[in-house]
């Protein structure tokens, strides 16, 4: 990874901090998931980026969005 600054309105960019970041083949398996997102945090016990892997959590199904329109409809017709 390497992170770059630029001056507002200046022509050339800087380089503030490269890291070369480790992705252990098990997370990268877990990865194939399209509900699956990585992210590093700083560990300071290893000083190093420690993986993370972080799943999406499942969208309600039809059924259940169904029932919460219903139950904002009649809300809305009682005033409440």
């Known amino acids: 990874m390497d992170v770059f600054a630029q001056l507002l309105g200046g022509r050339h960019r800087t380089l503030l901090f490269s890291q070369t970041l480790e992705i252990p083949s098990e997370i990268a398996a877990q990865l194939a998931g399209t509900d ?18 972080d799943k999406r ?16 409809r009649s809300k809305s017709r009682s005033g409440a």
């Open 36 to 53: 699956c997102g990585l992210y590093f945090d700083w560990g300071p016990d290893s000083l190093r980026y420690l993986p993370h892997v």
């Open 57 to 72: 959590p499942p969208l309600p199904n039809e059924d259940v969005l169904e029932l919460l329109n219903l139950a904002r």
